[in-house]
Structure formats: C-alpha cells, structure tokens
C-alpha cells in the first residue's frame, strides 16, 4: 500500500539532534551550484588567459559571492526549518531553477565589465528573484507555523525582499560600472544585515552544528571536484592533439593530488565539535567561509589556466599564471585554517600552520620570478595543504590536545 507523505509544521528542528547529516535533497540542490560554479571558473580561466585580469576578477567574486550567499541561506534555513514534506521539496525544486537561470547569466556579466559597460546582471538578478520565490514563501510559512521563531523568521522574509528590490534596481538602473560596483556593495551590506540582525539582536534559529558543517564540506567537496574535472577536460582535448607529454602528466597529478589535500585539510578541522562548544561564533565563521568557498573553486580555475598555457592558448607572463593559483590557494589554506581556531579557540597551533601553508607558496612565487620553469614551481606551491595537514596529523597522534 502507497505511503501518503503528509504536510509537516515547520516549528523548527531540534538543534541537538546529534551528528546529523544533510538530506539527499540537499546534496542534489549543491550539484546545481556547481554547474554555476563550473561555469564562472571557465570565464576566469578564459579572461586570464587573454590578459583581462580586472573583468577576470571582478567577474568572478561577484558571481561566485552571489552563488555563494544564495547557497549559504538555504543551507542555514534548512538546518533550522526543513521538513522535507512536498511544500519543501518543491520550494528547493524552484530555488533550484533560479541558480540554473543564474548560470545562464554568468558569461554576460564579464563582458560587461570587460567593456567598461553597466554591469549586466539581469539574467543574474532574475535567477536570484526566482530563488527567492522559493524561499522567501518557507520563511514566511516557518513565521507562520513557529511561535517562537515568528520575529526572527520574518525578519529574514523582509531582508531578502528589500535586497531583491535592491538588486532588481541596480540591473536595470542605467549607471557606469563604478556606480554600478559601489551600487553592488551597498545591496550586499543589506543582505549582511538582515542576518546580521536576525541572528544577533532576534531569536537564533534552531540550527544543528554538525549539519551546517557537514554541509560547508559537502559543499567543498563538490567544487574541489568541479576543479578536477574542469582540468582534465582541457587537458584531454590536449593530449588528444599532442599525446602524453610529461607537461601534461605533472599537471594531472598536480590538480588532483593539491585537491585531494586541501580536501584533507578542511576535513581533518573538527569543525562540528568546535560550533557545538562556540554556538556564539556562528555568525562570524557561517559568512567569514565565503572567501574560502570562492578561493576553493579559483584554485580549479588556476589549474584550467595553466592547462591553457600548456598549449600555447595565452600568452601570460609564467609569473602571472603562477599568481592565478598561488593567491586563491593561500586564500583556501589560509581561511580554512583561521574559520576552525576562530571556532575552537587559539591554541598557538594556528600560527605554525599559517607559516607551513604559505612557505610553498612564496618559494614557488620566488621560483617562477627566478626563472625555474613553471610546472616546477606549480607542484612546490601545491605543497600548501599538505604541510599543514602532516603537522595536524602528526600533532594528533603525539599529541591530540593541540589540535
């Protein structure tokens, strides 16, 4: 006999529920960022190669902040709200509907700035207005259904309707791209402060720790791997011209084993238990890891790079794509390390680890500038995951408590 899945009050989870996981639904909603993702790593790697730093960055830390904001506001209610009743599944159905319409707009938004024109956020900002279409509804529902949550809830449906009016004004408002970045930065302060006052001077939402760090790292996870497959793609259209050259080689072990440790690094931090002892410092750790989920996808866009001056398609000083994955990789290594003792406390442990992640990198910088050829300087900066992580294994082993 069928099972009827019944509606379910959205009075909010049981912050304490233990280790809890996130939901098979919440995996598949991260699969649709990374497309976004995927999409504005190929658009750095491609403006980079063509010596177009200024669209090349900019570009990319206003679509990868927007994807990320977006995904770190479900991932928040989530753990706080879900119910996973239809209504539920169907908003997250719609939510992901808007970042695969945000996808389409990214390639528009670095040709605009690449022209010095008003940054084109159009396809962007509706991506977004359909997103909200599905959140803002759950939080009003969760006002509704949630006595005790009702002010807090409602604070949250208000932010993000003033910050799309925000948005939708700055997409269509004819203005410069100066007036139009300072326009971008002023709708993101009000997307902080929504939050910002919701979380701090309202009723915290009942979140679980374990969740939302589990999902930070799922979320991880998943653009490391978009990185990976961004690399290979190029590389086999490569090989596929030119064959197996020991360029090509170095560069494939290089891309997957610097993932696979910043990978061990982010996952060797015991992040669950540090947020469950500091609940206090959600908010600053929840919305400080962004600049790490924008340097972890970089660091694939970097690889990308180099890939494209293995075969001869940019023209890029070595130096200049030594820097397009030596600086978001010391962003990584760098902010991973700082989120967990910020959680956790300081323990003296954070400053060693700092100094290992950020040795490599410098004597690879140093390297390139010196002359050494390029790749060689590639897999010595790639080295900055992996000492930090080694001193945190051996640290546990010998000595757990410095950790």
Same mark, same amino acid.
């Given at each position: 006999?069928?099972?009827?899945?019944? $509606?379910?009050?959205?009075?909010?989870?049981?912050?304490?529920?233990?280790?809890?996981?996130?939901?098979?639904?919440?995996?598949?909603?991260?699969?649709?960022?990374?497309?976004?993702?995927?999409?504005?790593?190929?658009?750095?790697?491609?403006?980079?190669?063509?010596?177009?730093?200024?669209?090349?960055?900019?570009?990319?830390?206003? =679509?990868?902040?927007?994807?990320?904001w977006a995904w770190i506001n479900f991932a928040w209610f989530a753990s706080a709200f879900d119910t996973d009743d239809p209504w539920f599944r169907l908003s997250v159905l719609v939510q992901m509907i808007g970042v695969s319409v945000?996808?389409? %707009?990214?390639?528009?938004?670095?040709?605009?700035?690449?022209?010095?024109?008003?940054?084109?956020?159009?396809?962007?900002?509706?991506?977004?207005?359909?997103?909200?279409?599905?959140?803002?509804?759950?939080?009003?529902?969760?006002?509704?259904?949630?006595?005790?949550?009702?002010?807090? +809830?409602?604070?949250?449906?208000?932010? +993000?309707?003033?910050?799309?009016? %925000?948005?939708?004004?700055?997409?269509? !408002?004819?203005?410069?791209?100066?007036?139009?970045?300072?326009?971008?930065?002023?709708?993101?302060?009000?997307?902080?402060? %929504?939050? *910002?006052?919701?979380?701090?001077?309202?009723?915290?939402?009942?979140?679980?720790?374990?969740?939302?760090?589990?999902?930070?790292?799922?979320?991880? =996870?998943?653009?490391?791997?978009?990185?990976?497959?961004?690399?290979?793609?190029?590389?086999?259209?490569?090989?596929?011209?030119?064959?197996?050259?020991?360029?090509?080689?170095?560069?494939?072990?290089?891309?997957?084993?610097?993932?696979?440790?910043?990978?061990?690094?982010?996952?060797?931090?015991?992040?669950?238990?540090? $947020?469950?002892?500091?609940?206090?410092? +959600?908010?600053?750790?929840?919305?400080?890891?962004?600049?790490?989920?924008? !340097?972890?996808? !970089?660091?694939?866009? %970097?690889?990308? *790079?180099?890939?494209?001056?293995?075969?001869?398609?940019?023209?890029?000083?070595?130096?200049? =794509?030594?820097?397009?994955?030596?600086?978001?990789?010391?962003?990584?290594?760098?902010?991973?390390?700082?989120?967990?003792?910020? *959680?956790?406390?300081?323990?003296?442990?954070? $400053?060693?680890?700092?100094?290992?992640?950020? =040795?490599?990198?410098?004597?690879?910088?140093?390297?390139?500038?010196?002359?050494?050829? $390029?790749?060689?300087?590639?897999?010595?900066?790639?080295?900055?995951?992996?000492?930090?992580?080694?001193?945190?294994?051996?640290?546990?082993?010998?000595?757990?408590?410095?950790?």
């Amino acid at each position: 006999m069928p099972v009827r899945t019944q $509606l379910r009050r959205m009075a909010g989870r049981d912050p304490d529920e233990g280790e809890r996981a996130g939901s098979g639904l919440e995996v598949f909603y991260d699969l649709i960022f990374v497309v976004l993702f995927s999409v504005a790593g190929v658009q750095l790697a491609d403006y980079l190669a063509d010596g177009k730093v200024f669209a090349a960055v900019v570009g990319y830390v206003l =679509v990868s902040f927007s994807a990320i904001w977006a995904w770190i506001n479900f991932a928040w209610f989530a753990s706080a709200f879900d119910t996973d009743d239809p209504w539920f599944r169907l908003s997250v159905l719609v939510q992901m509907i808007g970042v695969s319409v945000m996808a389409v %707009g990214v390639p528009q938004v670095f040709s605009s700035i690449d022209a010095h024109a008003h940054v084109d956020l159009k396809v962007i900002v509706f991506g977004y207005m359909v997103m909200r279409i599905g959140l803002v509804p759950q939080w009003l529902r969760a006002a509704r259904e949630s006595a005790e949550y009702r002010s807090t +809830c409602l604070t949250y449906a208000v932010a +993000c309707i003033v910050a799309q009016v %925000g948005w939708t004004v700055v997409a269509l !408002a004819p203005m410069g791209l100066r007036t139009t970045l300072i326009a971008i930065a002023a709708c993101a302060v009000v997307e902080f402060v %929504g939050p *910002l006052v919701a979380e701090t001077r309202i009723a915290k939402t009942p979140w679980n720790p374990f969740h939302i760090t589990e999902r930070y790292s799922t979320l991880i =996870v998943i653009t490391l791997g978009e990185g990976v497959v961004g690399t290979v793609a190029v590389l086999q259209a490569e090989i596929g011209l030119t064959g197996w050259t020991m360029q090509t080689a170095v560069l494939g072990a290089t891309a997957l084993g610097v993932t696979f440790a910043m990978w061990w690094l982010y996952s060797v931090m015991p992040n669950g238990e540090a $947020l469950d002892e500091n609940r206090e410092r +959600c908010f600053l750790w929840g919305y400080g890891m962004i600049p790490v989920f924008i !340097a972890c996808a !970089a660091v694939g866009a %970097g690889m990308h *790079l180099i890939s494209k001056w293995i075969a001869g398609e940019t023209h890029d000083s070595e130096l200049m =794509v030594m820097l397009a994955v030596a600086i978001p990789l010391a962003v990584f290594t760098v902010g991973v390390i700082v989120a967990h003792y910020y *959680l956790a406390g300081s323990s003296g442990m954070e $400053l060693v680890l700092v100094v290992a992640a950020l =040795v490599p990198i410098v004597i690879g910088i140093v390297l390139v500038a010196a002359g050494v050829p $390029l790749l060689i300087a590639v897999v010595v900066g790639s080295l900055a995951p992996v000492l930090p992580t080694l001193i945190i294994e051996f640290s546990e082993k010998f000595a757990p408590a410095t950790l």
